[in-house]
């Protein structure tokens, strides 16, 4: 149980498209959800908290206009990069958690972003 | 606010030794402790997790970590490591309140030589 899943695991796209990357809890229903971005050989640097019906928390730095979160259900959230530059690339990881408990979150296996 | 160091960002070790990848952490308040691996182009695992009780974690693949309040650490070990153990490994503490964010540390990069 409590599977995450991403899609896509990889995407390649020209500098000022928009590039939509979704996340979903397989199994359960995620009460919160949290988008990360990776850089190469670097840590994970959380970029928003979303919960399901409200608009997501975004960590300082971390520009709302252009990284767009959604979380219309319990099981989904999405994260639109906007006008994607060569800057934006990076790996971004979602991870979710029900918020029962102790607060556990399950990763997703990540989406890699590239931008031309 | 917390805090985690990984003071090793890389640990070069032979086959069949053992290893420990230390980590310490800072908080004001009452934290959970995890260990995650990462392996090349994928996503986080769950190696352990202190909530409470004995100080001596055992996770998967034969991994172990012990929480020491009084120097607040919360070192991994394993007795003897495998090639495939070779990864990214990441520390992280979160506190006790429902959807907290998790902490990272900055990783430690486990390169096994056979």
């Known amino acids: 149980g409590a599977v995450v899943s991403q899609h896509p695991s990889r995407v390649i796209c020209k500098s000022g498209t928009s590039v939509k990357i979704e996340c979903r809890s397989l199994d359960f229903q995620a009460t919160t959800m949290f988008w990360y971005r990776q850089f190469p050989k670097q840590s994970l640097m959380l970029m928003a908290t979303?919960?399901?019906?409200?608009?997501?928390?975004?960590e300082q730095g971390v520009e709302k206009d252009k990284f767009l979160i959604n979380h219309a259900s319990l099981t989904l959230s999405t994260l639109t990069v906007t006008s994607a530059h060569p800057e934006d690339s990076s790996f971004y990881i979602c991870?979710?958690?029900?918020?029962?408990?102790?607060?556990?979150?399950?990763f997703g296996p990540g989406t890699r972003l590239t931008v031309l | 606010a917390q805090s985690v160091t990984q003071l090793d960002s890389q640990v070069p070790v032979f086959e069949e030794a053992p290893v420990e990848l230390r980590c310490n952490y800072s908080?004001?308040?009452?934290?959970?402790l995890f260990w995650y691996v990462q392996y090349p182009n994928q996503g986080l695992q769950l190696l352990l997790k202190?909530?409470?009780?004995?100080?001596l974690v055992k996770g998967i693949n034969g991994f172990e970590a012990e929480f020491n309040k009084s120097q607040t650490s919360f070192h991994l070990r394993k007795p003897s490591v495998h090639i495939s153990d070779t990864a990214e490994y990441f520390c992280?503490?979160?506190?006790?309140?429902?959807?907290?964010?998790?902490?990272f540390g900055s990783g430690t990069r486990l390169s096994i030589r056979p």
């Open positions: 908080s004001s308040v009452s934290v959970y």
């Open positions: 992280a503490v979160t506190q006790y309140s429902s959807a907290s964010k998790i902490i």
């Open positions: 202190y909530l409470s009780g004995s100080t």
């Open positions: 979303s919960n399901e019906g409200s608009k997501a928390t975004y």
């Open positions: 991870s979710a958690t029900t918020g029962v408990h102790y607060n556990e979150q399950f």
